[in-house]
Every structure is written in structure tokens, then in C-alpha cells.
């Protein structure tokens, strides 16, 4: 039997459904714009569009999935203002490495000249540099082209977000079917360079790991766990890390480190060998002096981010994709026998009082979620706090932005709850947090999405204060929140909502939050 040929005329639309099938998209999410529209002409029945109210939480929702599925999304914004909307998640998309093929629509190529209404100038340059690659096609056929080279762009090590400007009147122009291709993505150490770390990790006395959220992306849980067990080797996660990567209950688990280059040193004093495994080297948030790491301490570095290798300011890196990396170690490494580390101090139990602690609704929230479930988090107040009382066991259970930048986790929940419909989805947003991307709670409901939004109110925007000491300032102003009524903004866009005022009330509001299985709820918590 012989194959049937591809059609060798079509149209960009076609080209480009043709393309997102064969790299298994097949969902759009979007707020559209009428230089937008005619992409849609005949939408197929195979595609859904996810509506999202404004133009952040589209990349934000998409950047979930892409993570959760371990492929490229799809956005549509609309020209030069949808864009501007949404740079603040394309920045977070980029330093999450998180694939992204983020199209705009342009005005028609017979008007450009003009500077017509709702058209972008300068389009390609607008969101650099935080997207890997960015193009407005020379000619409409070029239009498929374009998009199967920003797939693999965007899939290629380290992933990230790309964009594409397409006229509004390419869409119904003639283009060629675009081949199919494999492009092979894991990247594998130089054997030579991988030596180095070996014989100086077997040669170790006090050997100790970092990890990194490359660790989780590359789905390499197991191979960290027993490298460290092989090596009886403390890990500690590495500061501001997105995922978690080890898990937080184990012996050898050493906590978090602080950005911060004189809590580094100190939380690595005694240790000969320093194995950074999926981070940079190191993400700092405030200024420091002296050594990055203890004195007379070696440092090596295993990365699939050659940029990240370029400025890591001490050590010797090796660029690798974290899974092979540790393949190969622990197939070439003959540790010998250490003695195992003490383990960590036990946490204090945190009693029940009002108003009640960060401390005790992580408490709260590690007794009641299911063990599987998967929280996504945007409380900078309340990160250590979770750190200390929310622990992590297992891989793909831990979500947050590398960037810092807020308005991002509400978003991305719903994307991870599109992309995951076996386990429940916690989302633990700072009320601060809430208010850059409430917008979202329409589209949870819209897709009746079974979430728990626990919104974190301390009625103020805690972190900003905490830095009070930090620049000597008796007052820091902006920063007050009050009279902000999130149930009642929950119940207008379609979600149910519970205020929680009480500590004796928090356990039974998140038990009867997990049994409601047909949209999203809402829990509104006080916090000190």
C-alpha cells in the first residue's frame, strides 16, 4: 500500500495545524484581537482554545501546562498591547526554561507601511531578550517554516519562550507543507570533563549537593537520590530553585539555601567538594562580599545552560542535561564508605492560636493535602515558612517562578490543572500575588477545573517590609492591602469561596475544599 501525499499547496493556516498536530499540540490558549481572528477561520474539532481574560494569565496558564506536559504550548496575543500585557509572564516563562511558542498577530502587510491602528512596531524586538529566538516572516509561505523552527528552538536545551509575528493576512495565503523532522535535545557530557568530577567526588572526605530545578524538569529524581546515598552526601536545594528536586523528608536532605553569599558559605562550611547539580552558581537577592564558597572548598557545576556556564563566578562546569549527567557519575563513581550525616533537627510543632501563622497552615496544609498533590506556590512572605512545614517527597509535586516576578502562579495552576486531571492542584498565592492575576479564577471555573486557590491574607505586601532593616528605613510606604473581599471576587467570576479567620476552622475548610470535585473553591485565610 502505498502512502497518500500531502497536498503541495495549502494554506499557512493548514501548514501551521498540520505542524502543531505532528509536535502533539492541540491546544490554544489565547486572548484574541482582530488581527487574530482569521487564524481561527475554521477552527478544527481536534483543537480547544483556552480563553484567558487578560493577556498575563494566558502565558501563565500556558507556561503551567507546557511545564506539566513536558512539550511546547501554544499562545495567541493580540499585536503590540497584547504583548505588553503579557511580557511580565514571558520574562517568568524565560527563567523557568519553560518551552513557549508565543504568537502575536500584526496588521495587514499592505498597511504596515502606514503605521496603522493596532499594529506593532518594531514587533521582533519587543519582547528580547527573554525570548530564545523572534521573527515576523519575510513572506507569508514562510509562515510554517517559521513556526517549525520556533518549536524546536523553543524544545532545544535550555527550553524557553520564542515568538512569532504573523500579519493578519498571511493566514489565508499559499504556503508548502513543511516536513517532519526529529531533532535530538538531551545533551551528554564531555567524558573527559565528567572524569574530573568523579575522581574528585571519590577522592571526597565531605562531599555535598545542590540541586536545582533542572533536576525535576529532567525527571531525574532517582539518579540524585542514589548518587547522594552512594556518596552519603548532604542536599541542600538551591536558592530560589522552581521545582524541588530532592525529597524533603529524606536523611540526607539538607534544607535551603539563603541567596545570599555569607549564608552559602556558612550553610557549606566543612565540606571539600561542592556538586552544583541543575542550578546556577549562585541566584543571589542582595548584595555581598568575600568568597561565593567556603575557603579551600572545590566546586563543580552541572548544567544544560551553557549562559549559566558562562558567568558561574567559581568552579569548573560541565554542560549537560542533569538526567545523562548523573547516568554517567553514577555509573563511573566507587565512593567509598562514609560515614552517613547527622540528619536534620525535627521542626517544632506549631500550636493552634489565632490569628493564626504561616507556620501553622503549611502545618495545616502537610497533614491534610493528598501526598501526590501538587501545590503551586507565589507567597514570598510565607516561602520559608512552607519550606520549613510543606515538605515535598515526590517529583512533579512543587511548582513556583523562578523570576520573582508576581502575577504568575494563579495562572499556571489553572494550565497544570488543564494538563493533569488525576491529581488535585493547590494553589498557595500571597493576597498580594492574587490581585496580578485574579482574572484567572474565570477561567478555573469556565473549565470547571477541580483547584484549591488558598490565598494567603496578611492584608499587606509582607516582603517589601521584610527588607525594611535591610535599606534602614523606619516606614516603607505602598505596601498596606486592606478591605480586599476575595470570596466575594471569587463568587463573581463563577468560583466558590470560604473566608477562614480561625485556626480550629483551617483543617475541616481544607477537607471540604478537597471533596468539592466540580470546579475550583476558594479559601480566604487570615494570617498574621
Given at each position: ?51 484567558g481574560l487578560q493577556e498575563s494569565v494566558v502565558v501563565a ?413 523606619d516606614l516603607v510606604v505602598g505596601t498596606q492591602l486592606p ?46
Amino acid at each position: 500500500m502505498t502512502d497518500v501525499p500531502k497536498r503541495q499547496n495549502i494554506t499557512v493556516r493548514e501548514g501551521v495545524i498540520q505542524l502543531l498536530r505532528s509536535f502533539g499540540i492541540d491546544t490554544i490558549f489565547g486572548n484574541p484581537g482582530s488581527t487574530e481572528l482569521p487564524m481561527f477561520r475554521a477552527f478544527p474539532n481536534d483543537f480547544r482554545y483556552i480563553l484567558g481574560l487578560q493577556e498575563s494569565v494566558v502565558v501563565a496558564m500556558a507556561d503551567g501546562y507546557a511545564q506539566r506536559k513536558r512539550n511546547a504550548a501554544f499562545v495567541n496575543l493580540h499585536s503590540a498591547a497584547g504583548v505588553g500585557h503579557a511580557l511580565g509572564n514571558i520574562f517568568t516563562a524565560f527563567r523557568n526554561a519553560t518551552p513557549l511558542i508565543v504568537t502575536a498577530g500584526q496588521q495587514a502587510r499592505s498597511i504596515l507601511p502606514f503605521e496603522p491602528f493596532l499594529f506593532a512596531q518594531q514587533a521582533v524586538e519587543f519582547p528580547k531578550p527573554y525570548v530564545k529566538w523572534a521573527n515576523e516572516p519575510a513572506r507569508a509561505a514562510d509562515v510554517p517554516q517559521a513556526l517549525a523552527r520556533a518549536y524546536h528552538v523553543a524544545m532545544q536545551p535550555p527550553r524557553g519562550p520564542v515568538f512569532l509575528s504573523i500579519p493578519v493576512d498571511d493566514w489565508d495565503e499559499i504556503a508548502a507543507p513543511v516536513a517532519e523532522r526529529q531533532v535530538s535535545r538531551a545533551l551528554r557530557a564531555d567524558p573527559e570533563a565528567l572524569s574530573r568530577v568523579v575522581e574528585a567526588l571519590d577522592r571526597a572526605e565531605h562531599p555535598v549537593f545542590i540541586a536545582g530545578a533542572e533536576v525535576d524538569r529532567d525527571q531525574a529524581w532517582d539518579e540524585i537520590i542514589a548518587l547522594a546515598e552512594r556518596h552519603q552526601a548532604r542536599v541542600w536545594m538551591s536558592p530560589h530553585a522552581a521545582r524541588a528536586s530532592f525529597p524533603q523528608n529524606h536523611r540526607l536532605f539538607a534544607g535551603f539555601l539563603p541567596p545570599a553569599r555569607d549564608g552559602i558559605r556558612s550553610a557549606l562550611a566543612g565540606h571539600d567538594v561542592i556538586l552544583v547539580i541543575g542550578a546556577p552558581v549562585f541566584t543571589y537577592h542582595v548584595e555581598g562580599e568575600g568568597p561565593h564558597v567556603p575557603e579551600h572548598a572545590t566546586l563543580f557545576h552541572l548544567t544544560e545552560d551553557p549562559v549559566a556556564a558562562s558567568w558561574s563566578p567559581v568552579g569548573d562546569t560541565v554542560v549537560a542535561s542533569a538526567g545523562w549527567a548523573l547516568r554517567d557519575i553514577l555509573e563511573r563513581s566507587r565512593a567509598p564508605k562514609r560515614q552517613a550525616p547527622a540528619p536534620r533537627a525535627e521542626r517544632p510543632v506549631v500550636p493552634a492560636k489565632d490569628p493564626m501563622s504561616a507556620e501553622f497552615v503549611m502545618q495545616t496544609l502537610a497533614a491534610e493535602r493528598p501526598a501526590d498533590s501538587i501545590v503551586v506556590e507565589e507567597a514570598p512572605t510565607a516561602r520559608q515558612p512552607m519550606q520549613a512545614y510543606l515538605p515535598f517527597d515526590r517529583p512533579d509535586t512543587f511548582y513556583t517562578m523562578a523570576s520573582g516576578g508576581l502575577g504568575f502562579s494563579l495562572g499556571a495552576a489553572i494550565g497544570i490543572a488543564l494538563a493533569e486531571s488525576e491529581k488535585r492542584i493547590i494553589a498557595l498565592i500571597g493576597d498580594g500575588s492574587a490581585m496580578y492575576g485574579i482574572q484567572g479564577l474565570w477561567s478555573a471555573a469556565q473549565n470547571r477545573l477541580p483547584i484549591i486557590f488558598v490565598i494567603l491574607n496578611n492584608r499587606r505586601y509582607a516582603a517589601l517590609e521584610e527588607f525594611k532593616d535591610h535599606f534602614k528605613m523606619d516606614l516603607v510606604v505602598g505596601t498596606q492591602l486592606p478591605d480586599i473581599d476575595f470570596v466575594a471576587i471569587a463568587k463573581g467570576q463563577g468560583v466558590p469561596g470560604r473566608r477562614v479567620d480561625h485556626a480550629s476552622d483551617l483543617a475541616p475548610a481544607i477537607r471540604e475544599a478537597l471533596k468539592h470535585q466540580q470546579g475550583p473553591t476558594l479559601l480566604d485565610v487570615a494570617i498574621v
